[in-house]
């Protein structure tokens, strides 16, 4: 019982973390897309900006992937 609610747990987390980390990348690209169509000229500086802006949303699936890990293959997940 105690195995089934640790792997509930973890799809949970894995599975927001996902849905927010795409609702986050499609924040920040549209706005990307956005600032270049005010201001084609400054397209490299944004586009800098915008890849700071992904690398950062994207890393809050991945540390919910390695938590999810360990919840799944440490002492309480026992897989």
Known sequence: MIQALYAIAAAL???LSAA????????????????VSR????????LGSAFIGVGIVEGI???ALALGLVLLLG????L
Not at 20 to 35: N, P, Q, T
Not at 39 to 46: K, L, V
Not at 75 to 78: D, F, T, V
């Open 20 to 35: 927010g980390g795409a609702i986050g990348d499609g924040m920040v690209l549209s706005k990307y897309v956005e600032g």
């Open 39 to 46: 201001q084609p000229e400054a397209r490299g500086q944004i």
């Open 13 to 15: 987390m894995l599975g």
């Open 61 to 63: 699936p991945v540390i």
């Open 75 to 78: 002492k309480g997940g026992g």
